[in-house]
């Protein structure tokens, strides 16, 4: 059986090449590569650098030259009362474009009872809707009034 040793497939040292440490030429080439990389290198360096500096200064131009000042209530903030009405009034008119779209899309769609369920629940809910956002609206005219 053949042996799979690595010794095997090596070159003898009779074949081997022997090195080129005494030729002038080639280590003039090799020296002349080795000083066109180092240029090269440097020449990308100095890129680099500027390029770095360019990041720097287009960073530094987006800070702020003022503080912010940043808080959750200003001067022209409204009180708590004033703001709970607005909300009110806002919840209002949102029921009420949804549940007119609701009529519409019932009647476009040719459904009697639907459209009727809706009519008898907006008598039934609009009234009070109403009256109580009428309520916390004057509560609200009444409390700013007073202070």
């Known amino acids: 059986m053949p042996s799979l040793s690595p010794y095997r497939f090596q070159q003898p040292p009779h074949r081997i090449p022997p090195m080129a440490q005494n030729d002038p030429e080639i280590i003039a080439q090799l020296t002349a590569q080795l ?51 607005f909300k009110s009034l806002k919840w209002l008119f949102l029921f009420l474009i949804g549940f007119s779209i609701a009529c519409v899309v019932s009647a476009s769609l040719q459904a009697p009872q639907v459209l009727g369920a809706l009519t008898s629940l907006m008598s039934t809910i609009l009234a009070p809707l109403i009256v109580l956002t009428l309520c916390v609206m004057v509560g609200a005219a009444v409390l700013e009034s007073l202070k």
């Not at 890129?47 to 500096?53: D, Y």
């Not at 702020?64 to 022209?76: D, S």
């Open 35 to 85: 000083q066109a990389m180092e240029a090269r290198n440097r020449q990308m360096q100095a890129q680099l650098t500027h390029m770095q500096q360019q990041l720097a200064d287009r960073d530094r131009a987006n800070i702020p030259t003022r503080p912010l000042h940043i808080t959750t209530e200003t001067e022209h903030d409204y009180s708590t009362v004033v703001r709970l009405g």
